[in-house]
């Protein structure tokens, strides 16, 4: 693997966790994503079902964990399946786990062949009164049309033991997965190291007429060479009105001379992801009105991320950062103090320049599980976003940072990437 071993404790960790808070004489069952395919015989990159590897370390197509706290034999309580090698995958894909490599990774001791599950189920199915099952369960995932391997196996399963009672198994990761382990924040902070990395090599190689594919690639070359699996979303380079777009990501246009680029970008290491954003100055300085943006947003940026704190409810924190932004937009000249008095409360005048939320769980996902209905805690990690976006003027200003919730308030994980404007310019024309 590409990132550092994961000590097994994590996720023995993980699983004790998950077994404590599922009913008495239940068989919880986690399987692996799919391989998704291109076109012929391509595929996409694996990735592997998050929930999963939360609870075994395997990052490996076909898995299966079945965790059976219950069970009367000992040896029932914890299986993984995984996939055998045989002479045709070896000779044209490279040889997958051993049992014993599996076991190492996961901590798991019975580790049995994927084709043996079914038989191996039945042989304690019967003795249990329900299942926990798996299921994508995200508040912007559309699922419409789409089938997954885990889809699948619900159905496999209501239709081989229907009279089973039935639980979500998202429901208890999507609570343990919010609280980061001090394991799960070192892979957090590895993600976003690498990407400072990638940034100090964008702004060394940044100057008019480039690409913006150009700068992404100094991305990705900083990101495959730090031991990073992929990027953690199609990294956002865009320069000038393209910045205005939240989610251009086509990556196409030239740098121009006065442009301003806006850089959103993250790490995936070993599953575990950062988010940040950054905008620079073509050609290495700031004009008076980027300056002036950029300025605000980072005032925004400061203030809002002193509320990211234990207790406070995300609409609560999402309504301060609003009245930041209001107030930035009125200095700015973008909107007047009298007419966000009488604005329409239904259809308030900042979303004309400000249209999206500034604060987001990160770990497992980008945009990781969590119920934004519920304070925060500490060990929480969320991302601080906010943003002005000016069509008539092509200025688009995002910037993010990603912070560890704590005891007393938070720690920025990404302290370290440079965002004043003395310091990125100095950087660029150094």
Sequence with gaps: MRYQTIPNSLFIKNRKKF??????????????????????????????????????GIDQEETIVVLYPDAYKTENREILFIKETNEHIKIWDGEKLTKEQALKISGIHRVEWVHDFEKTLQSMAFEADGFYLGHNEHIKRVTHNQQTQQDRWINWCKEKYPLHQYYRAAKITRALRTIKSDEEITLIQKAVDISIKGFHRVLKTVKPNCKEYELEAELTYMLIKNGGTRHAFKPIVASGKNACALHYNTNDSICKEGDMILLDFGVCYGNYNSDTTRCIPVNGKFSKRQKEVYSSVL???????????????PADYEKQMVALVEEQLIILGLLQASDIANQDPEKPLYKKYFMHGTAHHLGLDVHDVGLYSQVLKPGMVLTCEPGIYIPEEEIGCRLENDYLITETGNINLTQAMPIEINEIEKLINA
């Design 19 to 56: 077994v404590s808070k599922i009913k008495d004489n239940t068989i919880a069952i986690l399987t692996s994503n799919d391989i998704k395919h291109t076109n012929a015989d391509d595929v996409m990159g694996f990735a592997q079902n998050n929930d999963l590897f939360y609870l075994c």
């Design 299 to 313: 005032y925004c940026l400061k203030k809002g991320s002193q509320l990211l704190k234990p207790g406070i409810l």
